[in-house]
């Protein structure tokens, strides 16, 4: 068994002795023998003759040439053993924009080689060099760059050879150059736009609309990684200014929304911040070049406020024994050290091609999404338990107001009961008392002469009175004043012709009029009293009794043709006693009411009774 081991531990050792020396093999078919580069002019379609001095990749020319902007050519010299098989050419970076030749021959050109420049610095470029472009023996490929000295111009390194290995290499640095930077891009804006409508759905915290700025601006700062051209902006130093202001923003906001996330407020941190955004924006718009230029002393400000903010925000989250917070703390801690290497990488402190800060942005803000999400989720929860609570405490309030209620309504109809008796026991007091007392003393001091006709008018009075109140209350109470007026006028007019009084009534606008039981009564007593004054007093032949329902009012008048009196003399007298009962009633009825009479004239009287609304 340990033999058999040993064998195929020497086999795997021959195998990649193979390949590698196959790869050696292959990557010494093509050789870069020599690098130059020389200045040129923006309108150059060639590259100059002379000028030409030697250069290593990766080559930044503002520090060869500190105040050139425009044009530099890059000159490189390959050996190719055999132009048979194919070679792969990777330009790992280029700033900002580019056109390749190799041999003379044209085989790549950036659309923007003058003011606006296309921004070819965000992707690798991948060439695949064969027959008959590419020839045995020495090759030439010139690359002419187009960049500004502000914006770290010039050439990375060069990769060349099997072109399997160099496409494979591409891909990688597509991938972490601008494939995670879309990424971030689209992530951050989707985010962006979720926790915004989440803050537009609860303003009260403004956690979630910081955290939705933030992110709205960290994918606008994005946008950098990814532009082809400068639009839409004229040039490229409006772009890379307005990218700076970008910036400062982003890391302004991200001051603020920790704050919030703390929940606190610290009114002239927050206005330096704002003030020191709204001056970075109005200088990109108003200075792009005075910006743009001066880009480094603008991130070194904005990278000095992130890195205080960050480690204060950790200390509080340690302090307050949070989880939410101790969480998003936990992720901020790897983009704050990818940050570190970026503006390190940014400011040429450390050599590397490839920025971290994109590779760890989805996780940082897929965690921060969570945290905000959890935190909206407890608040919901809370606000689920409060809705729960509240439901109950309502049903129970419910509940003590039905029973109030019920308890209330047994009251008002206890009262209204004990009313009507009231009412009943004061009709039968007005009406049969009265009738009876006067009866009562009449048989005690009968007159003989007289006889029983007195006691008989007596006893219908009271028989007419009964009737009143059976009919105002034990009748339907859908009945209208009309249909309450019928017996009540038959009845009456029999009685004024047995003594020869001619009855005349008028009625208008009487149907579907209804009253109060009470207010029916009243009204009836009231026309019940006035023709009986008309019948025992007046001596008149004629009665006219007319009742009209208009412009809100009952308006009834009785009017006689009998001998009339004169109204001082019976108040005076107290003749008129009558007179009371009758103002007392027009009064119950909540009316008003007028005595026109004269001696010799008859009497006529006005009864005027609001209606119900």
Not at 36 to 45: H, L
Not at 241 to 252: D, T
Not at 279 to 301: C, D, K, N, Q
Not at 584 to 596: E, K, N, P, Q
């Amino acid at each position: 068994m340990t033999w058999r081991v040993l064998v195929g531990l020497f086999l795997l050792g021959v195998l990649a002795g193979c390949a590698s020396h196959g790869a050696t093999d292959r990557d010494a078919l093509v050789t870069l023998t020599q690098a130059d580069a020389v200045r040129g002019s923006w309108q150059a379609n060639d590259a100059p003759v002379e000028g030409w001095m030697p250069v290593s990749l990766l080559d930044d020319w503002s520090k060869r040439w500190p105040a050139h902007d425009g044009v530099v050519w890059y000159r490189l010299h390959m050996h190719v053993r055999d132009a048979s098989q194919p070679i792969g050419l990777l330009l790992d970076y280029v700033c900002l924009a580019d056109a390749v030749y190799v041999n003379g021959s044209l085989v790549h050109r950036d659309p923007g080689l003058t003011e606006p420049l296309s921004r070819s610095w965000v992707a690798p470029q991948y060439f695949l060099l064969d027959q008959p472009l590419l020839r045995s023996g020495d090759n030439i490929v010139l690359i002419r760059v187009s960049g500004l000295a502000a914006y770290q111009p010039g050439l990375g390194t060069v990769r060349y050879g099997d072109p399997q290995q160099a496409y494979a290499e591409y891909r990688q640095a597509w991938l972490a150059r601008y494939q995670l930077r879309f990424f971030d891009f689209a992530i951050s804006a989707v985010l962006g736009g979720v926790f915004l409508m989440m803050w537009l759905f609860r303003r009260k915290d403004a956690t979630y609309g910081w955290y939705a700025l933030n992110v709205l601006i960290g994918a606008l700062f994005e946008w950098n990684y990814i532009a082809s051209d400068v639009w839409p902006f004229s040039g490229t130093d409006g772009f890379e200014a307005f990218n700076v202001a970008v910036y400062v923003a982003y890391v302004c906001s991200f001051a603020v929304f920790l704050l919030r996330y703390c929940e606190r407020r610290w009114p002239r941190l927050e206005r330096v911040l704002f003030a020191l955004s709204l001056f970075a924006f109005a200088g990109a718009l108003g200075a792009p070049g005075w910006v743009g230029s001066l880009r480094g002393p603008w991130i070194a400000v904005a990278s000095l406020i992130y890195y205080i903010a960050l480690p204060t925000f950790m200390l509080h989250a340690w302090r307050s024994r949070r989880t939410d917070q101790r969480v998003l703390a936990l992720c901020l801690v790897i983009p704050m050290v990818a940050s570190a290497h970026d503006i390190l990488l940014f400011y040429e402190l450390v050599h590397d091609r490839i920025y971290l800060l994109a590779l760890t942005a989805p996780f940082t803000l897929v965690g921060m999404g969570f945290v905000l999400a959890y935190r909206f989720s407890a608040a919901m929860r809370r606000v689920d338990g409060f809705n729960a609570e509240l439901q109950a405490e309502v049903a129970a309030a419910t509940t003590e107001l039905s029973i109030s209620l019920e308890r209330e309504h047994a009251s008002a109809l206890a009262a209204t009961r004990m009313g009507e008796r009231l009412n009943l026991v004061r009709d039968l007091h007005d009406g049969f008392g009265g009738s009876l007392v006067s009866t009562i003393a009449a048989l005690e001091h009968p007159a003989s002469e007289q006889g029983a006709k007195p006691t008989v008018e007596t006893l219908k009075e009271l028989r007419d009175d009964l009737r009143l109140v059976i009919d105002t209350t034990a009748q339907d109470h859908s009945r209208d004043l009309a249909q309450l007026l019928g017996p009540f006028r038959h009845r009456w007019t029999q009685r004024l012709d047995a003594i020869d009084i001619e009855a005349r009534w008028q009625l208008q606008a009487l149907e579907g009029l209804q009253l109060g039981a009470a207010q029916q009564l009243d009204l009836l007593r009231f026309l019940q009293e006035t023709l009986t004054n008309v019948l025992k007093h007046s001596g008149a032949t004629r009665v006219q009794v007319t009742m009209l329902a208009a412009e809100a009012n009952l308006q009834v008048t009785v009017e006689d043709n009998g001998r009339g009196f004169d109204t001082a003399i019976a108040r005076a007298t107290g003749s008129g006693a009558g007179l009371g009962s009758l103002n007392a009633r027009a009064h119950r009825l909540g009316g008003s009411w007028v005595l026109d009479a004269k001696p010799g004239a008859g009497v006529t009287l006005r009864l005027v009774v609001p209606l119900p609304a």
